[in-house]
Nanobody, 127 residues
Framework: QLHLVESGGGLVQSGGSLRLSCAVS????????IAWFRQAPGKEREGVSCISSDHGDTTDYAEAVKGRFTISRDNANNMVYLQMSALKTEDTAVYRC???????????????????WGRGTQVTVSS
């Protein structure tokens, strides 16, 4: 069983930056992919980014965040990061990281495959 804890959210002005962290603990499988999802009030949950296992050779981003967000992972410390830059008010949401046992690749479309979830961290971007 994996335990995920997000941190790094907060209030930032439009155009600013934040770095979210996802700490992974517990009985980690040999290979697991991590994805970030977000959900704004009154909106459906959407995938933001994902990174594959091992050295994170595969990453993917939603169109809305491409060029602004960067996902990375530190396997030695079981950490995954989401660097968010040029933030917009529409990025305001609760951000959650999730994990799936997966050796190759990643995606954030097969949401039901992600069995382990953090509780989330609030990101608020003001105009």
């Amino acid at each position: 069983q994996l335990h995920l804890v997000e941190s790094g959210g907060g209030l930032v002005q439009s155009g600013g930056s934040l770095r979210l962290s996802c700490a992974v603990s517990g009985r980690t499988p040999d290979y697991y992919a991590i994805a970030w999802f977000r959900q704004a009030p009154g909106k459906e949950r959407e995938g933001v980014s994902c990174i594959s296992s091992d050295h994170g050779d595969t990453t993917d981003y939603a169109e809305a965040v491409k060029g602004r967000f960067t996902i990375s992972r530190d396997n030695a410390n079981n950490m995954v990061y989401l660097q968010m830059s040029a933030l917009k008010t529409e990025d305001t949401a609760v951000y959650r990281c999730a994990a799936v046992a997966r050796a190759v690749g990643c995606d954030f479309y097969t949401v039901n495959d992600y069995l382990y979830w953090g509780r989330g961290t609030q990101v608020t971007v003001s105009s």
